[in-house]
């Protein structure tokens, strides 16, 4: 099963 | 005190329809760089990064940095409303809370303008490192249009692997499977028609299909796309204007649980 990861996981907020 | 002129409305009416559809409601940021905007979709797996350059404009005037919040479907709307070959002029009077939309037909003998209300949005800017990237592959923004689109009819989810010869594309669906290799080709007619990679080392991630369909949205943005991997990265799929800009998308990859 292929798992759908997040942007805010690779990004930080600013 | 803001006003930017654009000789071409069409770019900006593309620009709208190109993402309204993925997010809903955004920032528009107004310095002395451009007019740009950060935003993600509802489910945090897709960003998207607008870049207009300010000298790409006929006239821009920026006083101070501003953040303008506009629903991106009621923007659309109004901009519809304006010819491709129209001048449109942004106007926002600081601490207002609308922004206006002036149109002017190339022979000046009609002049509409349209009044939005800006709304508050509370939305988070993330910071995008810049990255060195281990495959890039600049290839026909509408061939990979058709590519996406094919695919997402058979299944869910599209491999993409890049390897020094080219790059595939691959799915998986209920009813079989479909692999597409659009090998590296520079010997092309139509220089938008090129495949080039530029690749450090092969990559190969798995993307959700609805999502790089909507990417494809853009695709009358530009001749070419450009489409970036590294392993354990979101990919970033550009569409570069010229002389003004770029949209970027980034979509974060599937990983096996």
Redesign the interface.
């Known amino acids: ?14 | 005190m803001l006003e930017l002129r654009l000789t071409q409305a069409g770019l900006l009416k593309k620009v709208l329809e190109s993402i309204k559809d993925l997010v809903t409601d955004a920032n528009f940021d107004c310095s002395a760089t451009g007019f740009s905007l950060q935003a ?1 979709d509802s ?5 998207v990064a607008l870049l207009l350059r300010s000298d790409g404009f006929e006239h821009y005037r920026c006083d101070h940095n501003i953040s303008m919040g506009m629903n991106l479907g009621n923007m659309a709307k109004m901009l519809r409303c304006a010819s491709d070959d129209d001048t449109v002029t942004i106007k926002a009077d600081d601490g207002s809370d609308t922004v206006t939309f002036m149109f002017e037909s190339p022979s000046q003998d009609k002049i509409s303008d349209y009044e939005m209300k800006l709304m508050d949005i509370d939305s ?6 810049e990255a060195e990237y281990q495959a890039i592959v600049r290839m026909s923004a509408s061939e990979f249009a058709r590519i996406c689109k094919d695919l997402g009819t058979i299944g869910d ?1 599209v491999i993409i692997s890049v390897t020094k010869e080219g790059v595939q594309f691959s799915t998986k669906g209920d009813i079989g499977t479909a692999n597409i290799i659009c090998r590296k080709n520079t010997a092309v007619d139509k220089k938008e028609e090129a495949t080039v990679i530029e690749m450090a080392e092969p990559v190969s991630l ?1 993307f ?1 299909s609805r999502y790089l369909i909507a990417f494809t949205k853009a695709t009358p943005l530009a001749g070419q796309v450009t489409i970036s991997m590294s392993y ?3 990919i970033v799929v550009e569409y570069k204007m010229e002389t003004m800009g770029y949209m970027r998308f ?8």
Do not use: C, W
């Open positions: 099963v292929n798992q759908q990861r997040h942007i805010t996981s690779f990004f930080s907020k600013t | 993600m489910s945090h797996v897709a960003l988070e800017h993330l910071g995008i490192p989810t798995t959700a354990d990265m979101p980034y979509l974060a990859p599937k990983i096996e649980e």
